[in-house]
C-alpha cells in the first residue's frame, strides 16, 4: 500500500519596492519577502520580512562560501549604465531577486545553511545573523526565528496572504553596534547585546525614485 505523502511546496515572493529615508544622503529601497512552505525545512511556515540589495549580496557569498561545488544562483547584475526610469530599474531589479529566492529554496545543499534561514524568516540585521549562527547571540538559529514569529502574531501582522503589509519588524541591535556603518536610527536607545524586541518600521512614501545621492550598484 502506498503512503499519501503531502508534496512539499515553498512559494516566496519579492514584493513592494520602497524607498527608506527618502531625500536624505543613505537613502536605499528595500523588499519585502513573503515566504509560504509546508516544508519541515523551515520553521515557520509563514514570514515576511524586508531586505533591501546589499544584504541579497552577502547573502550569496555566504551560501557560495558553505556550499562547496553546489553553484549557487547569480543575482540581478549591477549597472552604473542602465537606460530607463528608476522604476523600471527597480522593477528589474525585484524580478531578479525574486528568480534567485526561487532558485535556492530549491536546493537542498542551500537549504541547510541557517544563514539563508534567518535572512528568509527573521529581521535580523547582518552582523546579528552570523552572531546568532555562531552561537554568540541571544538566541539560537530556531528561537530567532519563532521569536519573530510570535512577535509578528502577537501584533496581528498576519502574512498568510502574499499582499500582507509586513508592517511588523524586529529591531536588533543596530547595525552601528557590530562594527558595520549602517545605523538603525529607528532604535537609538536600545544596548548592545540585548534579545530581539518588536518594532513598527516606519512608513515609506509610495513613490519609488530614488535621490542623486543614492547608488543603484551598492544598495
Not at 511546496?9 to 520602497?18: N, S
Not at 527608506?20 to 516544508?39: A, C, M, P, R
Not at 549604465?81 to 542551500?110: K, N
Not at 541557517?114 to 552572531?131: D, G, M, N, Y
Amino acid at each position: 500500500m502506498l503512503e499519501n505523502r503531502e508534496e512539499e511546496l515553498t512559494t516566496v515572493r519579492v514584493q513592494d519596492p520602497r524607498v527608506q529615508n527618502e531625500g536624505s544622503w543613505n537613502s536605499y529601497v528595500d523588499y519585502k519577502i513573503f515566504l509560504h512552505t509546508n516544508s519541515k525545512a523551515f520553521t515557520a511556515k509563514t514570514s515576511c520580512v524586508r531586505r533591501r540589495y546589499r544584504e541579497f549580496v552577502w547573502l550569496r557569498r555566504q551560501l557560495q562560501r558553505n556550499a562547496g561545488l553546489v553553484p549557487v544562483p547569480e543575482l540581478p547584475g549591477k549597472s552604473a549604465f542602465f537606460v530607463g526610469s528608476t522604476d523600471e530599474f527597480i522593477e528589474r531589479r525585484r524580478q531578479g531577486l525574486q528568480h534567485f529566492l526561487e532558485r535556492v529554496v530549491q536546493s537542498a545543499v542551500l537549504l541547510s545553511d541557517s544563514r539563508l534561514h534567518l535572512f528568509l524568516q527573521s529581521q535580523l540585521p547582518v552582523p546579528a545573523i552570523e552572531a546568532c549562527v555562531q552561537g554568540r547571540g541571544p538566541h539560537s538559529v530556531t528561537e530567532a526565528i519563532l521569536h519573530y514569529a510570535m512577535a509578528r502574531g502577537r501584533r496581528g501582522d498576519t502574512a498568510g496572504l502574499p499582499a500582507a503589509s509586513c508592517a511588523s519588524l524586529e529591531s536588533f541591535p543596530y547595525w552601528g553596534d557590530f562594527g558595520m556603518d549602517e545605523a538603525r536610527p529607528e532604535s537609538p536607545e536600545r544596548p548592545a547585546g540585548h534579545g530581539v524586541t518588536p518594532l513598527e518600521s516606519p512608513e515609506c512614501p509610495a513613490g519609488h525614485g530614488m535621490t542623486p545621492l543614492e547608488s543603484p550598484d551598492t544598495q
